[in-house]
């Protein structure tokens, strides 16, 4: 399979831990996105890369997420201290032109 | 600000029938127009999209989109529905030079036997 891949695709935490998730893109896929969805919503914008370089971050990314691509390849989305507000699904996207193709997510219960 | 409308949560249509999804967006530039299908628990899987040349196009599973710039609309379409075409349907918009897509609510497509 040559699709994004993520991992895990289920996690479940309490309050005040840190969590981390990894993306793996199309492989020829320069760059790579970040979108949290909640039930009933779309999926919502949280930050992109063109290969390494973080060139946009979303007003809904907070000084406690953090999210790093350091070879342009995979990535990884770090929230700390979380909250029961982030419980979500997390996206990662990967293009090569101007089509976002979806991986699987990684879906967030915080208790 | 940029923003995409799906004003139907629900649609049903019978197996069979043709189904339309409709979807506006806010004018701002030349916007492009993609359809996402998200099956439960599954991430997106792109269907279609405009971004410039014929206003209609079309893509996977035989699904159509057409683009009227002066209704700002891009509604999806298909002739005859399928059971197995059942899912939350999202239109999203880009604009050249901002690469992050925003997307509507969904409308959740059932269709029946």
């Known amino acids: 399979d040559t699709g994004v891949s993520q991992d895990p695709r289920h996690k479940i935490t309490k309050r005040g831990q840190n969590v981390t998730f990894r993306c793996d893109p199309i492989?020829?896929?320069?760059?790579l996105y970040w979108y949290r969805q909640t039930l009933g919503q779309g999926p919502e914008f949280l930050t992109y890369f063109q290969n390494e370089a973080q060139l946009e971050k979303s007003r809904l990314l907070s000084d406690r997420f953090s999210a790093e691509r350091p070879k342009g390849s995979f990535s990884t989305l770090e929230i700390q201290r979380t909250e029961q507000g982030d419980s979500a699904m997390y996206l990662c996207?990967?293009?090569?032109?101007?089509?976002?193709?979806f991986g699987p997510g990684t879906r967030l219960t915080v208790l | 600000a940029q923003s995409v409308a799906q004003p139907e949560d629900q649609v049903n249509v019978a197996e069979g029938n043709p189904l339309t999804v409709k979807c506006t967006y806010s004018v701002s530039g030349n916007p492009y127009l993609f359809w996402y299908v998200q099956y439960p628990n599954r991430g997106l899987q792109f269907l279609l999209k405009?971004?410039?040349?014929?206003?209609l196009v079309k893509g996977s599973y035989g699904f159509e989109a057409e683009f009227n710039k002066s209704q700002t609309s891009f509604h999806l379409k298909k002739p005859s529905a399928l059971v197995s075409d059942s899912a939350l349907y999202f239109c999203a918009v880009t604009y050249p030079n901002t690469d992050k897509l925003i997307f509507g609510t969904g409308t959740r497509l059932q269709v029946f036997p």
């Open positions: 996207a990967s293009s090569g032109d101007d089509t976002q193709y």
């Open positions: 492989s020829e896929h320069n760059r």
């Open positions: 405009y971004i410039t040349g014929d206003n």
